[in-house]
Every structure is written in structure tokens, then in C-alpha cells.
């Protein structure tokens, strides 16, 4: 059995920071590219910014600039960074990893989300 938790998450004022966390766990033999969506109110979900084993980066242009993914392949966890934080990256923000268990079976794994609101 896989999880994915994300921690960090919160109220904060626009142009202030906060630094997502997302830890998988369990029956992992490897994970490949690890990512964070987020679905704004009244929204569909949308890409953030993806990140592969070997640290390629992906960004959607709304957080190009701002936004930083990084990850820690020892401890399994992917980090967001975010910056300069604005009123529309109001969303729940989820992390989704894909991962391989140790039955070898691949599939995408998603977390239950972690809440951010920018406002004054």
C-alpha cells in the first residue's frame, strides 16, 4: 500500500510565501516523475509543476517565476515552493506521484490535498 501526504498548506497574505511538502510511503520499489495540481474553487484541477527522478523540471506558465518544485529522492518527497503568492492560486493543492510498487506494479498515486489561501 502507497500514500502520498502533503503538509504546508495555509492562509497567507498576496505576495507572501509558503512551501508545500508531499511524502510518499509504503510499498515503494521506485517513483518516477512526481508532481503538484491544484484545483481552484468552482474550478477543473490543473498542473502546477512536475518534476522527474533525475530532477527535470515542468512548470505551467501561471507559476513560472514564482513557483519552484524540488524533490528528495531519499526521503521520497517532493517539495513546492511558492512565491509572490497572488489571490488566484487560491486552491486545494495536491500532490500525485508515479510510483512502482514492490508487486511492480506502476500507477499514479494522488494525495488528499492540502488547502492554500491567499488573501488580506
Known amino acids: 500500500q502507497v500514500q502520498l501526504v502533503e503538509s504546508g498548506g495555509g492562509l497567507v497574505q498576496p505576495g507572501g510565501s509558503l512551501r508545500l511538502s508531499c511524502a510518499a510511503s509504503?510499498?515503494?520499489?521506485?517513483?518516477?516523475?512526481m508532481g503538484w495540481y491544484r484545483q481552484p474553487p468552482g474550478k477543473e484541477r490543473e498542473l502546477v509543476a512536475t518534476?522527474?527522478?533525475?530532477?527535470?523540471?515542468n512548470y505551467a506558465e501561471s507559476g513560472k517565476g514564482r513557483f519552484t518544485i524540488s524533490r528528495d529522492n531519499a526521503k521520497n518527497t517532493v517539495y513546492l515552493q511558492m512565491n509572490s503568492l497572488k489571490p488566484e492560486d487560491t486552491a486545494v493543492y495536491y500532490c500525485?506521484?508515479?510510483?512502482?510498487?514492490?508487486?511492480?506494479?506502476?500507477?499514479?498515486?494522488w494525495g488528499e490535498g492540502t488547502v492554500v489561501t491567499v488573501s488580506s
Open positions: 500525485n506521484a508515479d510510483i512502482i510498487a514492490t508487486n511492480r506494479i506502476r500507477r499514479g498515486y
Open positions: 518534476i522527474l527522478s533525475g530532477g527535470l523540471t
Open positions: 509504503g510499498s515503494i520499489f521506485s517513483i518516477n516523475a
